[in-house]
């Protein structure tokens, strides 16, 4: 069993992504989940978790409870160790005491303290019982939290690579206002299924932001976009990071690609709610989820509404849908497809 350290504020998208790299991902506790077993390297490509742990157990939100814990428990290991502690979600215990006291216990076992480069982490991670306020909501249902809190113990197994600032919209070669952020393009071409040998599609690739990080996390990737603007920019973005691309420019409901083609598509619909924009985007957006069915076994679709009677007119079945908040007049729907 593993123990996930979630990041950002939405527990249930990140575990939605958490599956891209991890089985039998589920609710732990509020910052938490668990895992039935991992993929290390997939778990290095991962935006909304920030570590995967080998779960040794779990005890009261209490620094004595944590300690009898490693006490009793069986350690198969041998060299040198750090403790490493971290409060989530509000809870209220000394991180410094938790490092000393389990720092003691692993020293009274036989090992020894490496604080820069060890042999093994130990991670104590305490989580409150209660949710914080948040800006995403989650169509799925949600399992029980501990009563009064929750300390998890875990050897540190994987981490993902927390290089996303170096790549925000702005430090991009081709810029445009708007731009999706590097942390929810990557986890959202993670649950579309980028990894090595697989090819993710995005039709309305805009400056390439979601390819980027598709093809930083392994996938081979394709795009398309009206505007010669866009598809000239994403080009430069692209080849900027190294990343192998077929572009083109195209229209969304019309790709020139093969039934099955595709192993997963990803796309952030064009907002606007005004009549004349409202009469273009309509069709646009019901084309393009028909086109995406067609070529692609699985999509998710990023849009400021949920596009219910056109997922369902185009013959997908609605996975998941998540509802980020950004500002008081604009909510993304996170849409996952299959």
Not at 225 to 235: C, I, N, S
Request: glycine share 10%.
């Amino acid at each position: 069993m593993y123990l996930l350290e979630l990041a950002g504020e939405g527990d249930a998208f990140a575990r939605c992504e958490a599956r891209s790299a991890a089985t039998g991902v589920a609710r732990l506790a509020p910052g938490l989940a668990s895992a039935r077993g991992i993929d290390p390297r997939r778990i290095r490509t991962l935006a909304y978790t920030h570590r995967a742990s080998e779960l040794i157990g779990t005890c009261e939100c209490e620094v004595d409870a944590a300690r009898l814990l490693l006490e009793l428990a069986g350690i198969e290991r041998e060299g040198s160790v750090r403790v490493r502690a971290r409060r989530v979600r509000g809870a209220d215990v000394d991180t410094q005491r938790v490092e000393r006291e389990l720092g003691s216990v692993l020293v009274e076992r036989g090992f020894s303290v490496d604080l820069e480069d060890p042999d093994h982490e130990l991670r104590a991670v305490f989580s409150d019982s209660t949710e914080q306020g948040s800006a995403e909501r989650s169509s799925g249902t949600q399992s029980g939290t501990p009563r009064d809190g929750i300390c998890t113990l875990g050897w540190l197994a994987a981490a993902s690579r927390r290089d996303f600032a170096a790549r925000a919209p702005t430090e991009k070669p081709f810029f445009q206002p708007g731009s999706m952020d590097p942390l929810l393009a990557r986890a959202i071409a993670n649950v579309a299924g980028a990894a090595q040998g697989k090819t993710i599609l995005d039709p309305m690739c805009g400056t390439g932001g979601v390819l980027v990080e598709a093809g930083l996390a392994g996938a081979q990737v394709i795009g398309a976009d009206t505007q010669w603007k866009m598809t000239r920019g994403a080009r430069e973005n692209l080849a900027h990071y190294g990343i192998t691309f077929n572009l083109f420019r195209g229209d969304a409901t019309r790709i020139p690609l093969r039934e099955g083609s595709v192993d997963g598509i990803v796309f952030d619909a064009p907002y606007g709610r005004q009549s004349k924009i409202e009469g273009e985007l309509k069709p646009l957006v019901e084309g393009a989820l028909a086109e995406a069915h067609r070529i692609a076994p699985r999509a998710v679709v990023v849009a400021d509404r949920p596009w219910s009677d056109a997922v369902e007119a185009a013959g997908w079945t609605v996975e998941d849908r998540f509802e980020r908040r950004v500002h008081g007049s604009l909510t993304r729907y996170i849409s996952v497809l299959g």
